[in-house]
């Protein structure tokens, strides 16, 4: 568990309150209004990794991230959001960590993620770096 600041904390968990996380996927735009938020406790079990930022006041999610992996090779950090009115506060990187750390713990170093168009400002001084060569690919018509 990392506290950023008194009012936040930032904790890897096993469940959550779907309607929350769904909230969260709204404000990262990657909501659509026909998934099923029941959907969600699978998404996060079979997450390798998923961390909250709690509003400790309020008790309610107000950031989100995640790493899939196997456990054992490659891990991908993907979903990471902050609700608007707490971004720029130190937030996203503390949830960075707290997956990074996860990862690392477990012996898996090679971490990667696809950032949105200009966010590389955001993860580049937390050690992400461009892959030089690489161009990442989505099966058309899934996307």
Same mark, same amino acid.
């Given at each position: 568990? #990392? ?14 309150? !779907?309607?929350?996380? @769904?909230? *969260? ?11 099923? $938020? ?23 999610? #107000? ?19 902050? *609700? $608007? ?12 960590? @707290? *997956? ?14 696809? @950032? ?9 001084? #937390?050690?992400?770096? $461009? ?7 989505? *099966?058309?018509? !899934?996307?």
């Amino acid at each position: 568990m #990392i506290t950023v600041g008194d009012e936040i904390v930032v904790q890897l968990v096993r469940s959550w309150d !779907n309607n929350e996380i @769904a909230d *969260l996927y709204r404000a990262g735009g990657w909501w659509k209004e026909d998934y099923d $938020p029941a959907a969600i406790g699978s998404l996060i079990r079979g997450s390798f990794s998923f961390a909250v930022a709690v509003d400790k006041k309020s008790g309610k999610a #107000i950031g989100m991230g995640r790493v899939i992996s196997d456990g054992v090779s490659d891990g991908y950090i993907q979903d990471l959001v902050v *609700l $608007p009115d707490y971004r720029k506060s130190g937030i996203g990187k503390e949830l960075v960590s @707290a *997956l990074v750390e996860r990862c690392l713990q477990s012996g898996i170093t090679w971490i990667a993620l696809i @950032a949105e168009p200009d966010t590389e400002t955001f993860y580049l001084p #937390i050690g992400f770096v $461009p892959m030089q060569g690489y161009v990442p690919l989505l *099966l058309r018509g !899934n996307g």
